[in-house]
């Protein structure tokens, strides 16, 4: 029976008790280093809870969307060993260096340089001056992996969802591990998983050896444990009839996040073109019927909210019909949210080939790292 060893307070790692002003120890001075490395903390390590550290942590549970109230508790403490907040560039400006330079030498645009300590944008630097580069996943769906159109998509990582459907945890089970440099994305977001499946999931989520992420929809019953689920995947309903379709989601991922890390999350969002016939009944468009709409339209196109869907009408035969499509800017709207929430990325169906367009937009706000899911059907790549 091993014997139980005893700490003085001063020699306690981070995470076991509650840090305020006033605090010595090791802890705090892992607590300190930690937000030294993501620019937070500007001070010297010395072990003393003091009001500059106090700021600190201030700065970070406001970032992460933790209650802000300048004490290291246990979330906060979970959150700072998290891999994913690590997922920056912090870089010291030198003399000449303008935003312009900065943001051509990372490959992004102006409005992703930010102030690390408060995640705002900066419009201009001075020597000396530390500036900080994010990092997102931009995820998109792919059936034809290997084509030629999905060449030269994969960046330096070379890393690859693999998606399944609950029916296919059983034969999945018998055939782990997974491939290298892989996460398996399961759907969760039809219906609820029978017994079977439910067992199924249990087993896969022991024996995986890779990221396991789960893909819900909003309106979901239960989010998944820590043990359960590494990552979440929220499909976001698309709202087009909304007098701003950027208003509601928002509100509702905020909420999700009193629950579940930000650096775990992903969005996802549906770009199928919708078609709306006279008793507004609406189907996704294919690519194929989306230029037959836009080379049929009979009236110019109508914006629904200020980064919103377009709409327009175009005739079919014999009758008139309304199409809802995205493009570039309800596009950027999104990708604006997923930077101003800090979420880990977003997930993008509906359009192989937008990657290009998804990339660019998001390095507007921060550097897109572009992702491939494998969707085939029953089977794993």
């Not at 994010?134 to 995820?139: A, L």
């Not at 998983?193 to 024996?207: C, M």
């Not at 800017?329 to 930077?339: E, H, V």
Request: hydrophobic fraction near 35%; charge should be positive.
């Amino acid at each position: 029976m091993p014997r139980p060893m005893f700490l003085p307070v001063s020699r306690l790692p981070l995470g076991k008790r509650w840090l305020t002003v006033g605090a010595r120890g090791q802890d705090v001075r892992q607590l300190q280093a930690l937000l030294s490395a993501l620019g937070l903390y500007a001070g010297a390590i010395n072990g003393e809870y003091d009001l500059l550290t106090q700021e600190a942590v201030k700065g970070f549970q406001k970032a992460y969307h933790l209650v802000v109230d300048g004490v290291c508790g246990p979330d906060t403490c979970k959150l700072l060993t998290e891999e994913r907040i690590y997922n920056r560039i912090l870089n010291v400006s030198s003399t000449g260096e303008t935003i312009h330079t900065l943001a051509a030498q990372y490959g992004v645009g102006w409005q992703a340089l930010k102030d690390p300590a408060t995640r705002c944008r900066l419009r201009q630097v001075v020597p000396g001056q530390q500036v900080m580069v994010e990092r997102r996943e931009i995820i998109f769906s792919v059936e034809n992996y290997g084509s030629p159109e999905c060449s030269g998509v994969e960046d330096h990582g070379g890393k690859k969802y693999i998606y399944v459907k609950p029916a296919e945890l059983g034969e999945l089970a018998g055939r782990l591990p997974l491939p290298a440099q892989s996460s398996l994305v399961v759907d969760l977001s039809e219906k609820k998983l029978s017994r079977r499946e439910r067992k199924a999931l249990r087993r896969v989520g022991r024996e995986v050896d890779a990221e396991l992420i789960w893909w819900q929809d909003l309106a979901s019953y239960r989010l998944p444990s820590t043990e359960e689920a590494d990552a979440l995947i929220i499909s976001v309903p698309v709202a087009v009839s909304a007098v701003d379709s950027l208003v509601d989601w928002p509100r509702q991922i905020k909420k999700l996040l009193t629950y579940y890390p930000c650096t775990r999350l992903f969005v996802h969002f549906d770009l199928h073109g919708k078609d709306r016939d006279d008793k507004g009944t609406e189907r996704p468009l294919t690519p194929v019927e989306r230029k037959l709409a836009r080379l049929n339209r009979i009236e110019e196109p109508k914006r629904i909210g200020q980064y919103g869907w377009v709409y327009y009408r175009y005739r079919y035969k014999d009758e008139t019909r309304s199409v809802l499509v995205p493009d570039r800017l309800t596009i950027r709207g999104i990708l604006d949210q997923i930077d101003r929430l800090n979420l880990r990325g977003a997930v993008f169906t509906g359009e192989n080939n937008g990657w290009k367009v998804w990339q660019g937009e998001g390095n507007r706000y921060f550097q897109a790292i572009p992702r491939i899911m494998v969707m085939k059907k029953a089977v794993l790549a």
